[in-house]
């Protein structure tokens, strides 16, 4: 059984770094083919892609997000960790991690989502 | 402004066929296979479609995908109430080397 769990604060203040772990079971990020990313959904709004790493640690950023980010994994805790610098209350959002499957833009399992809001 | 286009919204009454499109372009899904997830309130995405036109083991029949050029569709047929969720459609920009989604739709079952 696969599973994904997010983890982290639940309150950011702005222009703080926020440190994210997606902890996982069910599979493994040594496997060839296997990536985990990350993907936010601000209240109401559509999701938005963030990051991905791979199990060769090929990582990828958005375009648009690329100077805040950082995805790293932890292959012997069955983690990835996502850290996303300066927040700004535009970034209040739940966020989730999901396992890409197979080199394709295929997220097969997904988290549950964990909210950030980013407040003084 | 997402890079993919959606309908912001469609309705159709019980029974019927619904059609969801999501327009990209060359770089998008004019060269690459699309995925589309349904989204209930409050929960996670669900995988629907993947490969364009592939269903995950579980989805029903009445959840079709298909791609031309650069727009890809989702149809439902037979519609549900329970039917009723936002959908997602994504897939890989080669252009930017990163996944994008679209803006979603929201379907209601009238």
């Known amino acids: 059984q696969i599973t994904l769990k997010e983890s982290g604060p639940t309150l950011v203040k702005p222009t703080q770094t926020l440190t994210l772990t997606c902890t996982f079971s069910?599979?493994?990020?040594?496997?060839?083919?296997?990536?985990v990313a990350w993907i936010r959904q601000p209240p109401g709004k559509a999701l938005e892609w963030l990051a991905l790493?791979?199990?060769?640690?090929?990582?990828r950023y958005s375009p648009s997000l690329k100077n805040r980010l950082t995805i790293t994994k932890d292959t012997s805790k069955n983690q990835v960790v996502l850290t996303m610098t300066n927040m700004d209350p535009v970034d209040t959002a739940t966020y989730y991690c999901a396992r890409r499957y197979d080199y394709r833009e295929i997220f097969d399992y997904w988290g549950l989502g964990t909210l950030v809001t980013v407040s003084s | 402004q997402s890079v993919l286009t959606q309908p912001p919204s469609v309705s159709a009454a019980p029974g019927q066929k619904v059609t969801i499109s999501c327009s990209g372009s060359?770089?998008?899904?004019?060269?690459?296979?699309v995925s589309w997830y349904q989204q209930f309130p409050g929960t996670a995405p669900r995988l629907l479609i993947y490969?364009?036109?592939s269903r995950p083991s579980g989805i029903p029949d009445r959840f079709s995908g298909s791609k031309s050029g650069t727009s890809a569709t989702l149809d439902i047929t037979g519609l549900q109430t329970g039917d009723e969720a936002d959908y997602y459609c994504?897939?890989?920009?080669?252009?930017?080397?990163?996944?994008?989604f679209g803006g979603g739709t929201r379907l209601t079952v009238l």
């Open positions: 069910g599979f493994s990020l040594t496997t060839s083919g296997t990536g």
């Open positions: 060359t770089s998008n899904v004019g060269n690459n296979h």
């Open positions: 490969d364009s036109y």
């Open positions: 994504g897939v890989w920009d080669s252009s930017v080397s990163a996944g994008v």
């Open positions: 790493i791979y199990w060769n640690d090929w990582q």
